[in-house]
């Protein structure tokens, strides 16, 4: 899964800053998964495969990046897609979107850190009245034990060298350093 997702060109190489402030020499763009959607289907099919025994009715990812990758999964667990978004900084689900009482759900997302997100996702679910059965992404990158109290899946594993600004090696080769995203040269 690795190998497909340098094939798809989703591993990028160089000097980022991450959210976190961090720098790193690997990035994963996930949005460039979903460029080609034969590409798109393959990875929503995969992670179907992981959690089609949890038999969801609905399959919901926060937006921007789990839009697609919820549609794609549902496709193939044959549930319904939803999206949550933000709304003065508060996950929501909005455009009539309705979970049934206890409707199971499974929570996508594409890349996973810290779980921060989608325990909003499912504050979410649990508000309007179902139940969280899963959660899967695409890639794992957390360092510390993900706070999930249901069954989590991820198609890769990934080990990203992470790197203090003050300590940084490719700082230190002055290589320029990228804000993933911008395409811009921050320093
Ligand atoms: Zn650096």
Not at 138 to 165: A, G, H, N, Q, T
Request: hydrophobic share 40%; glycine share 8%; aromatic share 6%.
């Amino acid at each position: 899964m690795l190998e497909l997702l340098k094939e798809i060109g989703a591993v990028l190489e160089g000097h980022f800053l991450l959210s976190s402030g961090k720098h790193s020499s690997k990035y994963i763009q996930c949005a460039k998964i979903f460029e080609l959607p034969s590409y798109g289907e393959k990875i929503g099919k995969a992670i179907a495969e992981k959690i089609s025994q949890h038999k969801p009715d609905i399959v919901i990812g926060p937006a921007l990046g789990g839009v697609i990758l919820a549609y794609e999964v549902a496709r193939h667990v044959n549930a319904r897609a939803m999206f949550t978004e933000r709304e003065d900084g508060r996950m929501r689900l909005r455009r009539n979107f309705n979970i049934e009482e206890n409707e199971r759900v499974a929570i996508v997302e594409d890349v996973t850190t810290t779980g921060k997100s989608v325990l909003e996702v499912a504050e979410v679910v649990r508000e309007h009245g179902g139940q969280v059965c899963c959660i899967a992404s695409i890639v794992d990158r957390s360092v510390e034990k993900l706070p999930f109290e249901v069954p989590f899946y991820s198609l890769v594993k990934l080990e990203l060298p992470i790197f203090e600004p003050n300590d940084c090696p490719l700082c230190q080769q002055g290589v320029p350093l990228v804000k993933p995203g911008s395409r811009k040269h921050i320093v």
